[in-house]
């Protein structure tokens, strides 16, 4: 049977139509390209609903781009890296130094992997750059400090505060630094100690004192003060202008052979004891800065 409609009824249905035309109009835009609908998003200020979504800019082959969302297995990494971080926050606070240590120790091999992973996929983002800026302020900027602080620095009040919270300071300083001073400096150095480093100095010389006790509990006083003067020490050495050695580029170029047979015979070393081998070669590596800069001042 045939439909029929008087003319009002098709009146009402043009209006109907139009205005659905109107409301798709003002909710889609009238455009296809991607990289201008990203750029329309970016720059407009207001969002309808609640949204979860990324929108960064940056610049290649000279023009700029406009992307949302984010790569996912380089910020997993990231993620699990502040994870760890998190969780010796939490071991810290209980007690628990040795399980501490070993979280911040994870966070440094995942802190190395995720950048490693974003180059190798050509992941590399700016939300991934400061993402893994920020986890690595709680992983090797506070988590060593209250690490410290709970196994050595309370018993000294205010002094001990202090000195964890220069160490704290002093990461958030240099991993500012390095956020700004990307592509302005030589990839080969660092300007000042990794943070990761660092931090890695802070807990190898606490799992030392956990695994080596038997001569702590006569020199309590002594040793609070030691570490007191090692944390800060750590923390200077990352905001100062000593150039380290980065070996970013150490994997693509080759060595005699003879640097193989020395780095195994350094495994054996440190796999005696391990953490007063990677306490030892931290030390090395933190003085081999600072050596290699009084060098150049006195030829200069």
């Known amino acids: 049977?045939?439909?029929?409609?008087?003319?009002?009824?098709?009146?009402?249905?043009?209006?109907?139509?139009?205005?659905?035309?109107?409301?798709?109009?003002?909710?889609?835009?009238?455009?296809?390209?991607?990289?201008?609908l990203n750029i329309r998003l970016a720059n407009n200020d207001s969002y309808?609903?609640?949204?979860?979504?990324?929108?960064?800019?940056?610049?290649?082959?000279?023009?700029?781009?406009?992307?949302?969302?984010?790569?996912l297995a380089p910020n997993l990494i990231t993620t699990?890296?502040?994870?760890?971080?998190?969780?010796?926050?939490?071991?810290?606070?209980?007690?628990?130094?040795?399980?501490?240590?070993?979280a911040i120790f994870l966070s440094a091999i995942l802190d190395g992997a995720d950048g490693?992973?974003?180059?190798?996929?050509?992941?590399?983002?700016?939300?991934?750059?400061?993402?893994?800026?920020?986890?690595?302020?709680?992983?090797?900027?506070?988590?060593?400090?209250?690490?410290?602080?709970?196994?050595?620095?309370?018993?000294l009040g205010r002094i001990g505060i202090g000195c964890a919270f220069v160490f704290?300071?002093?990461?958030?300083?240099?991993?500012?630094?390095?956020?700004?001073?990307?592509?302005?400096?030589?990839?080969?150095?660092?300007?000042?100690?990794?943070?990761?480093?660092?931090a890695i100095l802070v807990t190898s010389a606490v799992m030392v004192a956990v695994d080596h006790n038997e001569w702590i509990g006569q020199y309590d006083t002594a040793v609070m003060f030691l570490f007191a003067a090692w944390v800060v020490t750590c923390g200077l050495l990352m905001v100062s202008n000593v150039k380290y050695y980065s070996f970013k580029e150490f994997d693509k170029k080759k060595v005699p052979f003879v640097v193989l047979i020395i780095g195994v015979l350094i495994m054996s070393i440190v796999l005696y004891d391990i953490p007063v081998g990677i306490l030892a070669i931290g030390i090395i590596y933190a003085l081999s800065g600072i050596v290699t800069t009084i060098q150049t001042k006195v030829k200069g």
């Open 1 to 36: 049977m045939t439909n029929l409609q008087s003319p009002k009824d098709q009146s009402n249905n043009s209006t109907s139509n139009e205005g659905v035309s109107q409301d798709r109009a003002a909710t889609q835009p009238p455009f296809i390209d991607e990289q201008d």
């Open 48 to 71: 309808d609903g609640l949204t979860f979504e990324v929108i960064e800019a940056e610049v290649a082959e000279g023009q700029r781009i406009v992307s949302r969302g984010v790569y």
């Open 80 to 102: 699990l890296s502040l994870l760890s971080g998190f969780y010796s926050i939490l071991a810290s606070t209980q007690g628990e130094f040795y399980k501490a240590s070993l």
């Open 116 to 155: 490693r992973v974003a180059r190798m996929l050509n992941a590399q983002s700016p939300f991934g750059e400061q993402y893994d800026s920020l986890a690595d302020m709680l992983a090797f900027g506070v988590a060593p400090a209250i690490l410290i602080y709970s196994f050595a620095l309370e018993p």
């Open 168 to 198: 704290t300071a002093c990461g958030a300083f240099r991993l500012a630094r390095f956020n700004v001073q990307i592509g302005e400096v030589d990839k080969k150095y660092f300007v000042g100690l990794a943070s990761p480093l660092a």
